[in-house]
């Protein structure tokens, strides 16, 4: 359970249960700023969707391959950690998308970028839908193989220059 300082936001509705998370705040000049974990949602059917950031810094989001496979790795393992999905065969997807700004494809390191070049069109969404149902491993075991297959499908669609 998190602690009331922690400032999770939990919803609970009709359809679904959302945890929102507190941000970092603001970037500072300078300053470069880790993945986040958002928001936990499980919906009535059982659907478990995360939502986190992604690095940034003041001049944007960093789009980082090995990053945000090790990312994606980690929140698949947190689903399965928590228990949140049952059965034996699961569809899985990922998006980038979210408050329009820059969002460029680079390295994330502890120096801070003095400039940047805008390789994504701000307000748009790269998503890969499921294409096959996949084991329970990739909540555990299979995580990094799951995150790898997806984050590689997903920078398809976000290179692809006729997004």
Known sequence: MLPLEAGAT????????VVEL???????FGRTYPTELRDVRVDRTGQCSLWWSLPHDS???IVDVEELA????????????????????FAL?????????TVAEGKVTDVSRKQVSLGWRSGQTAR??????????AFDRGA????QDLVARLLEVF???DR
């Open 93 to 101: 997807a990922i998006g980038l998308g979210g408050a329009p700004g």
């Open 144 to 147: 990094k193989e799951a995150a």
């Open 128 to 137: 890969v839908d499921p294409d096959e149902s996949i084991s329970a491993a």
């Open 22 to 28: 507190p941000t970092c705040g603001r970037a500072e």
């Open 70 to 89: 090790a990312a994606t790795a980690k929140h698949l393992r947190l689903i399965g950690a928590m228990k949140l999905v049952t059965g034996q065969r």
């Open 159 to 161: 290179r692809a220059p």
């Open 10 to 17: 939990p919803t609970a509705g009709s359809d679904a249960v």
């Open 59 to 61: 001049m944007g989001t």
